[in-house]
């Protein structure tokens, strides 16, 4: 399940806004499965045209941040930080900020993304009284990562696979950061079947975007590897995945990928032609 699907689930089961509203942002995730993002646009807009909430921008920011279009993502997440904060709402502030801190670190603006996970941590303690420890520990597997800390991360995922055990809907999730770890620790086949489990995760969930992004990672595997003709499969195959779900910016990023794997391949065999 995508972290767009999962907003939808909880606005389905009661995330405080009006049937209107969850029946909007539904359709809107089913038109991000279809690849037709204009449609979901028109829907998202739509839900936020009616919702007092801060659910619907707070959706299609997540929904924006997945499929690559950034500065497009921070304008609806900081729009729904504003909203939970004018509205006393702490549970959407704390998940407006933890996707802004998402958002920045995935960009490499580390110490705003530090800002708004402390903020983000913040709010959980106003609306609950307590931290939510899978978020946390989620939170500083990522930022060790980014870091390149990597014996925190390390331990960090460790936590993470025991608190989400019962949860399969995270084992993708989990999986993909392990293998990162093991692709920074230069541990190729531990990182491989990493990302194939990831895959096979996402799948089962019905994460299609999930899935090219496992699949994108086998292939950054494989030419780190040196292996440029498997990794260009690879990022050929997720390029039409990327392409059927509508997530154009994700898309040419493959592309590029295969254009430099062929022409790293013709380097290494000699041959000008294929550059």
């Not at 279809?34 to 919702?51: N, T």
């Not at 279009?69 to 900020?97: F, I, K, M, Q």
């Not at 460790?158 to 809907?169: F, G, M, S």
Request: aromatic share 6%.
């Amino acid at each position: 399940m995508s972290n767009s699907q999962a907003v939808a689930a909880h606005c389905r089961v009661g995330g405080g806004v009006s049937a209107l509203v969850a029946a909007l942002l539904e359709r809107a995730e089913f038109q991000l499965q279809e690849g037709d993002l204009p449609k979901a646009w028109q829907d998202f807009a739509a839900a936020i045209a009616v919702d007092a909430t801060p659910a619907s921008r707070y959706a299609w920011g997540v929904a924006l941040a997945e499929r690559g279009y950034v500065d497009e993502a921070l304008v609806h997440l900081e729009a729904a930080c504003d909203v939970a904060r004018r509205n006393g709402s702490p549970l959407w502030r704390a998940r407006s900020c933890h996707a802004l801190a998402d958002v920045h670190r995935a960009a490499g603006r580390y110490d705003l993304a530090d800002r708004y996970r402390q903020w983000g941590l913040r709010a959980e303690l106003d609306a609950t009284g307590e931290i939510d420890p899978t978020t946390w520990i989620q939170d500083r597997v990522h930022e060790a990562l980014a870091l390149g800390n990597l014996p925190e991360a390390e331990q960090g995922i460790q936590t993470w696979e025991r608190l989400t055990r019962c949860a399969p809907q995270a084992r993708g999730v989990v999986l993909m950061s392990r293998g990162v770890l093991r692709l920074r620790q230069q541990r190729w086949s531990a990182g491989l079947r990493d990302f194939i489990s990831a895959f096979h995760a996402f799948r089962q969930e019905g994460d299609q975007l999930g899935c090219a992004h496992a699949t994108l990672s086998v292939g950054h595997l494989l030419q780190a590897r040196g292996s440029w003709r498997r990794a260009r499969t690879c990022f050929a195959q997720a390029a039409r995945l990327l392409r059927r779900l509508g997530a154009d910016r994700l898309r040419r990023q493959a592309e590029q990928f295969q254009t430099e794997c062929r022409r790293l391949e013709a380097a290494a065999c000699g041959d000008p032609r294929r550059n």
